[in-house]
């Protein structure tokens, strides 16, 4: 027995004397001790956890270099590589992890819809649900604070910018041609068919670096990863049909959505302020590809569009109407990819290639035109950890436009090639803040540009923020310039961005003001932009205002609503403008309530908009003062119903503008004074005073249980 007991003292001994202990404390970012934190030498089965006072203590038989690892609920991981025979005791402070919805995140200029982030301010389905939006994606837009609601266009106007100050892109790639085609005072819609889009982020200003060439606003639309099954959509309304159709397979799935318009048996309803020949018909369709790799999506999506149309239009200057006809082609495709090349390390990159061709009949005249642009991408982003990223990109953007005028030609074409890095930092759960440079070279001006942006946030209570962004932004000439003089410098603008943000439980607060800074706007001679003015970069100005949004759908049991306030005081001098003064498409204030509400009763979803905006300058040749007069308010009522006949199968109904208001947005003025010396007028008003749209709308998919009624 002694034999025995000595051997196990032996053998005790040679362990232990084998062993080393491991100790230390653990604390936090206050240096408050972490009680209940596992610490382990990694490969092992050799640890223990803290105490109340954050001590640790265990002994290890391993030798050599090892990794000790310390882990807690929600703080960060630490792996503390070390020599075991050299440890001595340490103190380890652990973080607090950031991989939370609690992080502050910078949203000074920015709206989302339809993502994972905490700072979305629209539903994806809003865009179309939206009342009086009629499924255009701009529409919807403008029910945000920084937009204008600029009726004689259809375009994005933002915070005091031109529409052709915003740019925007397909998943990722910018698009060259993202509006379709009109006549002069007639609006426009966009492209896109929102149901093929699961997330819409709209800047307002301060942008990231990795987007250039645009002086107000970035549009980025990004397509769906994954349809959820197998679907066919069919659609049969007053204006025309389509028909979408989606196939899932287990690694790839395409989808197609088609229509054709033909608003002639429409017009013949209902009364229209124009005088038609051959109203708007039009066949078109996009399409998605996916195929998914292990570790990223690529994504072929293709567009096209085919559209004519014939009108007569008064002109105060001719006794006559003037004939408008137009044949418009419009192709457009991008290929995307996005994927991980290791754990941390992202790659995105993507070509897009558009072609706009234009035939256009002014009375005797012809004019065509063709548009051919392309942008290829190519982006690297490294997460170092969850507290710092950084983004190294480049861009190549090529414009080609060529136009006729009956027997004369002229065109421009420019190649832009541009670099940019940014670098996202979480300070902390309260602070943030990225950091980037962009540079261009434009070949028809062949100078680089420097571009700095930086953004930040601070979190100053648990669901209140305040951010902040600054950046400058260049843009080339509009092509309506370049086409007949294609020596002109760049136009640039600073953004100036403080913006507050509650938000919590379905409701959520902004308000920003902001002021932005332009330099070297184009200034032209003459009545029009024509090729014998004389065109220089000697125009400036400024935009500065207030944007309020407030969103709820949690107060009242079965309704939403929002609320949109703009004001903005923006002057410049450009164009062919005599000085400084509030440009025609600008109004002061900027008004939007929009409500949707179920009746489960009814199996109905009401939405309605309220939409006003003060009245817009306008230049009176029979005063003396410049751009004095002012239009009177524009006012918007729009209702829609969508009705659920069964479970797939839905019935909708909308108005837009259903008071019949008759809003005014501007005068043209006869080129000459009459025998009394005074310069006649007409209005430029609605196309229409109302738009009446009913659909039905019928959908099959696998589940036999899927409908349209959130895109409605």
């Known amino acids: 027995m002694k034999t025995i007991l000595s051997y196990l003292i032996v053998f005790t001994s040679l362990i232990s004397f084998g062993q080393t202990q491991i100790k230390g404390q653990i604390i936090d970012e206050q240096g408050i001790p972490v009680s209940g934190a596992n610490v382990f030498v990694i490969g092992t089965y050799d640890g223990s956890t803290s105490d109340e006072n954050g001590n640790f203590s265990f002994t290890t038989s391993a030798t050599g270099n090892q990794q000790l690892q310390i882990s807690f609920l929600s703080f960060e991981t630490i792996i503390y590589e070390f020599v075991v025979e050299k440890f001595q005791s340490k103190v380890f402070t652990i973080k607090e992890s950031l991989n939370t919805l609690n992080a502050v995140e910078v949203t000074a200029g920015t709206f989302k819809a339809g993502d994972n982030s905490k700072a979305t301010a629209l539903k994806a389905m809003d865009i179309v649900t939206t009342a009086g939006s009629a499924g255009n994606i701009i529409a919807a837009l403008e029910t945000l604070p920084g937009t204008q609601t600029v009726g004689e266009n259809g375009r994005l106007f933002v915070r005091g910018g031109e529409a052709d100050e915003t740019q925007t892109y397909v998943d990722g790639i910018r698009v060259g041609q993202p509006y379709g085609v009109s006549a002069n005072n007639v609006p426009t819609r966009g492209r896109f068919s929102p149901f093929l889009f699961s997330g819409i982020t709209f800047s307002t200003g301060g942008y990231s670096a990795e987007f250039g060439d645009a002086l107000s606003s970035v549009l980025l639309m990004n397509t769906i990863d994954e349809p959820i099954q197998n679907q066919t959509d069919i659609s049969i309304m007053t204006v025309g049909v389509g028909l979408g159709k989606t196939r899932k397979w287990d690694k790839s799935s395409f989808s197609l959505n088609t229509s054709y318009i033909n608003l002639a048996p429409y017009q013949k309803m209902v009364p229209q302020n124009l005088d038609w020949n051959k109203p708007v018909q039009s066949l078109s369709g996009e399409s998605i590809f996916r195929y998914k790799f292990k570790n990223g999506i690529f994504k072929f999506y293709s567009a096209f569009d085919y559209s004519t149309f014939d009108l007569n239009q008064k002109d105060i200057n001719f006794d006559e109407k003037i004939r408008f006809d137009l044949k418009n082609n419009n192709f457009y495709f991008n290929t995307s990819y996005k994927g991980y090349l290791n754990d941390n390390l992202q790659l995105q990159t993507g070509l897009s290639y558009g072609y706009a061709q234009n035939k256009i009949g002014i009375s005797a005249d012809k004019v065509a035109n063709n548009e051919r642009t392309l942008h290829s991408k190519f982006k690297l982003r490294n997460s170092f950890s969850n507290r710092f990223k950084l983004s190294v990109g480049a861009d190549f953007f090529h414009t080609n436009f060529d136009e006729n005028f009956n027997v004369f030609g002229y065109g421009y074409e420019n190649n832009t090639i541009a670099f940019y890095s940014e670098a996202e930092v979480l300070l902390s759960k309260k602070v943030a803040f990225n950091v980037g440079l962009r540079s261009s070279n434009a070949s028809i001006v062949d100078e680089f540009t420097v571009e700095p942006r930086v953004s930040f946030a601070y979190k100053v209570a648990e669901n209140s923020q305040f951010s902040m962004a600054y950046g400058n932004f260049n843009q080339t000439a509009r092509q309506d310039y370049l086409k007949f003089d294609s020596n002109l410098d760049y136009e640039t603008t600073s953004h100036y961005i403080l913006n507050y943000m ?47 949004f407030w969103r709820d759908n949690n107060s009242i049991k079965n309704l939403d609503y929002w609320i949109s306030y703009s004001y903005i005081d923006s002057e410049r001098d450009f164009r062919n403008y005599e000085n400084q003064v509030t440009p025609s498409f600008v109004a002061n204030h900027n008004f939007s309530l929009v409500t949707k509400y179920w009746m489960d009763k ?26 004095s007069g002012k239009t009177k308010s524009f006012t918007n009522l729009s209702l829609s119903w969508a009705y659920l006949l069964s479970q797939q199968k839905i019935l909708f109904f909308s108005v837009t503008n259903i008071l019949g208001t008759e809003n005014v947005f501007g005068y043209q003025y006869a080129n000459s004074a009459d025998t009394t010396g005074q310069f006649q007028r007409q209005a430029i008003t609605q196309a229409a005073d109302r ?8 959908t099959i998919s696998d589940n036999k249980k899927s409908n349209n009624l959130d895109n409605l």
């Open 602 to 627: 009814w199996k109905s979803q009401i939405s309605a908009t309220y939409s006003f905006n003060s009245g817009r300058p306008y230049d009176n040749p029979n005063v003396t003062e410049f751009m």
């Open 691 to 698: 738009f009446i749209f009913v659909g039905f709308f019928w």
């Open 502 to 548: 509650y938000n919590k439980k379905g409701r959520m607060f902004r308000a920003e003001v902001y002021y932005k800074d332009y330099e070297d706007l184009v200034k032209y001679d003459g009545t029009l932009a024509n090729f014998d003015s004389n065109y220089n970069n000697n125009g400036f100005g400024y935009a500065k205002g207030l944007d309020l």
